[in-house]
């Protein structure tokens, strides 16, 4: 869409922040306008404080513990140091804080012997120690996203969303005699119920942007068979409604138009079909076959997740807990868990150091994406979130759930000082810092798992 500059940013009637732009079968969200806000609230304040943007809350997981030599960072002055692995978020260092001597103890053993990988992802969230078996009675408890969203999620078209980039069976044993159900899940909406990751990007896409209405399954898939953009099917009710509004909402409005069209876009080319005709095989799901474009679309899905304002809580498992991918894009062709398992051997340590470091320009990139999208007047979606990466295993070697890589980006509008290195008493609870981040958005959880409190440090 193209505007002419010589309309003013004039007043114009306010909208509902709900407001959705609706057409045969398809209904998409709206990035927060100056329009959704009165000139004034009820109690006389400005429309800069009535246009205080929300807070959002993201957990990113990664697998299998660490090169811990090349992760763990130390303080540098006021800052933090930038480790081997950590390098690719050096541009990012004011935005991101290093949190040291966190520790989620309810992912170690406490008698159960072996299996610390499903430990790590079921406790990484939930702070709760699982209960060992390879049946139906899974239990561990509710987790810090799910928590948050039974209240927080009630002004939000989705009260969460759950990603990751692989699938994973719940039944059976996948780890020392733990269900899989432990391994592939980080997010609970009960003790026993995991919420189902979406790793489908065209599946997340239409839950997050597709039709509201119960009729809508079948056009949806007719409009995806014949390859028109989601956008299409609003076009007319999109340029209604720019024509009532103000120059910067129009810029926010386009601004958003073309992402949400280049993800549709990606996703389509990264799952259109390849003629099988004469082979013997079975149609791939609908996934990118390059994991790297795999992570960023989900990534990019995230963004526009909170940029409309579909979502404000997110976790993403980069993979399931335990898993065997290879990475041959950075010359890794052994599985990522055999690694792990180095045993002090220089060439393992490098190849998973290596891995570490490639998650990391990962996350590298989703800060970029959230820093470069505006969010309320003057502001950007990173300040108004709080995004934790990190893992419930530090050496993977090791399988030590103490001293954790734990990092911590955004300002959670204005709840968090980014930037800093923090060295907290050895095993501070991990589960302390996600009763501060629920604070930052009003939700006063008084405790999860060993909790004993917040952590004002971070303030």
Same mark, same amino acid.
């Given at each position: 869409?193209?505007?002419?500059?010589?309309?003013?940013?004039?007043?114009?009637?306010?909208?509902?922040?709900?407001?959705?732009?609706?057409?045969?079968?398809a209904a998409i969200a709206?990035?927060?306008?100056?329009?959704?806000?009165?000139?004034?609230?009820?109690?006389?304040?400005?429309?800069?404080?009535?246009?205080?943007?929300?807070?959002?809350?993201?957990?990113?997981?990664?697998?299998?513990?660490?090169?811990?030599?090349?992760?763990?960072?130390?303080?540098?002055?006021?800052?933090?140091?930038?480790?081997?692995?950590?390098?690719? *978020?050096?541009?990012?260092? @004011?935005?991101?804080?290093?949190? =040291?001597?966190? +520790? $989620?103890?309810?992912?170690?053993? /406490? !008698?159960?012997?072996?299996?610390?990988?499903?430990?790590?992802?079921?406790?990484?969230?939930?702070?709760?120690?699982?209960?060992?078996?390879?049946?139906?009675?899974?239990?561990?408890?509710?987790?810090?996203?799910?928590?948050?969203?039974?209240?927080?999620?009630?002004?939000?078209?989705?009260?969460?969303?759950?990603?990751?980039?692989?699938?994973?069976?719940?039944?059976?044993?996948?780890?020392?005699?733990?269900?899989?159900?432990?391994?592939?899940?980080?997010?609970?909406?009960?003790?026993?119920?995991?919420?189902?990751?979406?790793?489908?990007?065209?599946?997340?896409?239409?839950?997050?942007?597709?039709?509201?209405?119960?009729?809508?399954?079948?056009?949806?898939?007719?409009? *995806?068979?014949?390859?028109? @953009?989601?956008?299409?099917?609003? =076009?007319?009710? +999109? $340029?209604?409604?720019?024509?009532? /509004? !103000?120059?910067d909402d129009r810029q926010?409005?386009?601004?958003?138009?073309?992402?949400?069209?280049?993800?549709?876009?990606?996703?389509?080319?990264?799952?259109?079909?390849?003629?099988?005709?004469?082979?013997?095989?079975?149609v791939p799901a609908g996934?990118?076959?390059?994991?790297?474009?795999?992570?960023?679309?989900?990534?990019?899905?995230?963004?526009?997740?909170?940029?409309?304002?579909?979502?404000?809580?997110?976790?993403?498992?980069?993979?399931?807990?335990?898993?065997?991918?290879?990475?041959?894009?950075?010359?890794?062709?052994?599985?990522?868990?055999?690694?792990?398992?180095?045993?002090?051997?220089?060439?393992?340590?490098?190849?998973?150091?290596?891995?570490?470091?490639?998650?990391?320009?990962?996350?590298?990139?989703?800060?970029?994406?959230?820093?470069?999208?505006?969010?309320?007047?003057?502001?950007?979606?990173?300040?108004?979130?709080?995004?934790?990466?990190?893992?419930?295993?530090?050496?993977?070697?090791?399988?030590?759930?103490?001293?954790?890589?734990?990092?911590?980006?955004?300002?959670?509008?204005?709840?968090?000082?980014?930037?800093?290195?923090?060295?907290?008493?050895?095993?501070?609870?991990?589960?302390?810092?996600?009763?501060?981040?629920?604070?930052?958005?009003?939700?006063?959880?008084?405790?999860?798992?060993?909790?004993?409190?917040?952590?004002?440090?971070?303030?």
């Amino acid at each position: 869409m193209n505007y002419s500059s010589d309309f003013s940013n004039r007043a114009h009637r306010n909208f509902d922040r709900r407001l959705l732009l609706r057409g045969a079968g398809a209904a998409i969200a709206l990035p927060l306008l100056n329009a959704m806000t009165p000139a004034h609230s009820a109690f006389g304040a400005t429309a800069s404080a009535a246009a205080k943007s929300p807070v959002r809350l993201a957990w990113i997981f990664f697998p299998n513990g660490t090169n811990a030599r090349e992760w763990l960072t130390e303080a540098e002055g006021d800052t933090w140091k930038v480790s081997s692995s950590l390098e690719p *978020l050096t541009k990012h260092r @004011s935005d991101v804080s290093v949190l =040291r001597g966190l +520790a $989620q103890i309810n992912a170690s053993a /406490l !008698g159960d012997g072996p299996g610390d990988h499903a430990r790590s992802a079921a406790a990484f969230l939930t702070g709760a120690h699982p209960l060992k078996t390879a049946g139906n009675r899974i239990r561990v408890g509710q987790s810090i996203d799910q928590v948050v969203a039974e209240t927080y999620g009630a002004q939000t078209r989705l009260s969460s969303i759950e990603l990751g980039t692989e699938d994973g069976r719940s039944a059976g044993s996948c780890d020392s005699g733990y269900a899989c159900a432990y391994s592939n899940n980080i997010s609970w909406r009960s003790a026993s119920q995991p919420m189902g990751k979406e790793i489908d990007p065209r599946r997340a896409f239409e839950r997050l942007f597709g039709s509201t209405n119960s009729g809508a399954s079948d056009e949806t898939a007719r409009r *995806l068979a014949m390859r028109k @953009s989601v956008l299409d099917s609003v =076009r007319d009710s +999109a $340029q209604k409604l720019t024509n009532r /509004l !103000g120059r910067d909402d129009r810029q926010k409005i386009d601004e958003y138009f073309n992402s949400l069209r280049e993800v549709e876009q990606r996703i389509e080319r990264s799952s259109s079909p390849i003629s099988l005709e004469g082979l013997d095989v079975a149609v791939p799901a609908g996934k990118p076959e390059d994991i790297t474009e795999h992570i960023r679309l989900m990534y990019d899905l995230m963004v526009l997740a909170f940029q409309t304002d579909a979502t404000r809580v997110a976790s993403f498992m980069l993979s399931n807990e335990g898993s065997g991918r290879s990475f041959r894009m950075i010359d890794v062709k052994e599985g990522h868990h055999q690694l792990s398992h180095h045993q002090e051997k220089a060439d393992s340590m490098e190849k998973v150091a290596r891995i570490d470091r490639y998650y990391c320009e990962q996350f590298a990139y989703f800060i970029d994406r959230l820093k470069n999208t505006r969010d309320g007047e003057n502001g950007n979606l990173l300040d108004n979130s709080l995004v934790v990466y990190g893992g419930a295993i530090s050496d993977g070697n090791k399988h030590n759930h103490y001293d954790l890589p734990i990092l911590l980006a955004g300002r959670g509008g204005g709840a968090h000082a980014s930037g800093r290195f923090h060295q907290f008493e050895k095993d501070t609870p991990l589960n302390n810092l996600y009763l501060t981040m629920a604070q930052s958005c009003g939700v006063d959880i008084k405790e999860l798992g060993d909790s004993t409190g917040t952590l004002p440090a971070l303030a």
